[in-house]
């Protein structure tokens, strides 16, 4: 579920829809968690669809660290990415905001956390080398990503939190740990899906 203070707008036709702010989300709000809406799909699920329901559930979910299609119900599917993501995924099913973002600003997460299948080409962002998303880039920029997630999680009990009753139980303790105690028990590298060790269907 998205944070209840943003909403869905047309960018351009190149990008199409965003996430944006809608009141001042500040550092260390969770801005997105998984919810018991979402759909959790087995890749044998979607491989089976007809080719006008797979290809949208291909464009707008993301992968666990199982393989899983991931499918948010609402407008988190059309969070888009950025190099200079303002949302930082965690290893708690849970993204948390990295920096204030100001009403109007829109809400970008890095797609490179989110085991994309196949490399894709991004536009320019300057302050970057980087221009693709690649299926490896959580395992590369795990230790980044850490470090900015951990920062966040300083401000956790300062501010507002409508999305912290959907952590899930397994989860709840870890993230007051980062909280009260400034250190992450999990890495982002958990989440990571490694087709490698696994029998993917093709």
Request: glycine fraction near 4%.
């Amino acid at each position: 579920m998205m944070h209840p203070h943003t909403e869905l707008r047309y960018i351009d036709d190149k990008i199409g829809f965003g996430v944006f702010a809608t009141r001042l989300i500040p550092k260390g709000t969770i801005t997105w968690a998984l919810d018991d809406l979402d759909q959790i799909l087995d890749p044998e699920v979607v491989e089976a669809l007809e080719e006008d329901r797979k290809k949208p559930v291909l464009k707008y979910s993301y992968r666990n660290q199982d393989g899983k299609y991931i499918l948010c119900w609402d407008n988190g599917r059309y969070v888009n990415h950025s190099f200079h993501a303002n949302c930082i995924g965690t290893a708690y099913e849970i993204e948390i905001a990295v920096r204030d973002i100001h009403p109007g600003e829109q809400l970008t997460d890095d797609y490179g956390s989110l085991n994309v299948d196949e490399p894709f080409e991004c536009f320019p962002e300057e302050g970057t080398e980087r221009t693709r998303v690649m299926p490896g880039d959580l395992m590369q920029y795990a230790d980044v990503w850490d470090a900015q997630a951990l920062d966040a999680f300083h401000h956790y009990d300062e501010v507002e939190q409508p999305l912290a009753h959907l952590i899930r139980p397994e989860f709840q303790e870890k993230v007051q740990i980062a909280a009260k105690e400034h250190r992450l028990v999990d890495s982002i590298r958990l989440i990571y899906f490694d087709r490698n060790s696994r029998n993917e269907v093709k």
